[in-house]
């Protein structure tokens, strides 16, 4: 098993672009975890998705973020447009439950 | 929601000492405990977790206990190497539709 991809690793942007970020959770989980994760505050959960349906969006922190999980095999996160202030590594994670969460290896944005 | 307090935040111990990190959360209802180390750079990983009908788990060097009356649980690492150096996480979540909660990490030193 290959566990849970990312894409990109690494991501420099600059002020008012639109960001992509991309996730594959590992095949047969149920349940998708989209975390930011900085010095200041720490790992944050964003959103949080079962079956596909967003089931918990209250983390995500402005109308800029969207998630989406098209299919089982398939999450973006989408950041529009993008602020310096969203420079962080974003997680995903995925489960076959809701308990215990696999991450990938992240994404590093840098938004100048 | 749920909230998960973690201390202390930064641990120097010698090496082959024991250490130990405290949690405590805020939601009775909160039933599954999972703590995920993370090295620098890297993803946070699984370590180990404990249920809420269970008083202690170990494995290995590592051990885990929870005081359901008291709402804190402890994470212990016993006979300390080099390689426990890392950024350690407590999580706690009641189920259902929630998420993890995470604690603010701690960064485990080990001195030679």
């Known amino acids: 098993d290959a566990g849970v991809i990312q894409s990109p690793r690494h991501e420099v942007t600059e002020m008012g672009q639109e960001v992509t970020l991309r996730c594959k959770p590992i095949?047969?989980?149920?349940?998708l975890f989209w975390y930011r994760q900085t010095m200041m505050r720490g790992l944050e959960l964003l959103i949080y998705?079962?079956?596909?349906?967003?089931?918990?969006d209250s983390g995500m922190p402005e109308d800029r973020f969207s998630a989406k999980m098209p299919n089982a095999s398939f999450s973006t996160l989408k950041i529009q447009p993008s602020e310096p202030r969203d420079s962080a590594v974003y997680f995903c994670?995925?489960?076959?439950?809701?308990?215990?969460?696999?991450f990938g290896p992240g994404t590093r944005l840098l938004v100048l | 929601g749920e909230n998960v307090e973690q201390h202390p935040s930064t641990l120097s111990v010698q090496e082959g000492d024991s250490a130990v990190i405290k949690c405590t959360y805020s939601?009775?209802?909160?039933?599954?405990f999972p703590w995920y180390k993370q090295e620098l750079g890297k993803r946070p990983q699984l370590i180990i977790d404990?249920?809420?009908?269970?008083g202690e788990k170990k494995d290995q060097r590592i051990a885990v206990t929870l005081n359901k009356t008291a709402k804190h649980f402890s994470l212990h690492i016993t006979e300390t190497q080099p390689e426990d150096s890392a950024v350690y996480f407590c999580?706690?979540?009641?189920?259902?539709?929630?998420?993890?909660?995470f604690g603010k990490g701690t960064h485990l030193i080990i001195q030679p």
């Open positions: 095949s047969g989980h149920n349940s």
């Open positions: 404990i249920r809420s009908n269970v």
């Open positions: 939601d009775s209802a909160s039933n599954y």
């Open positions: 994670a995925s489960s076959p439950r809701w308990e215990t969460q696999y």
């Open positions: 998705f079962n079956n596909n349906v967003p089931i918990d």
């Open positions: 999580a706690a979540t009641g189920g259902g539709a929630d998420g993890l909660t």
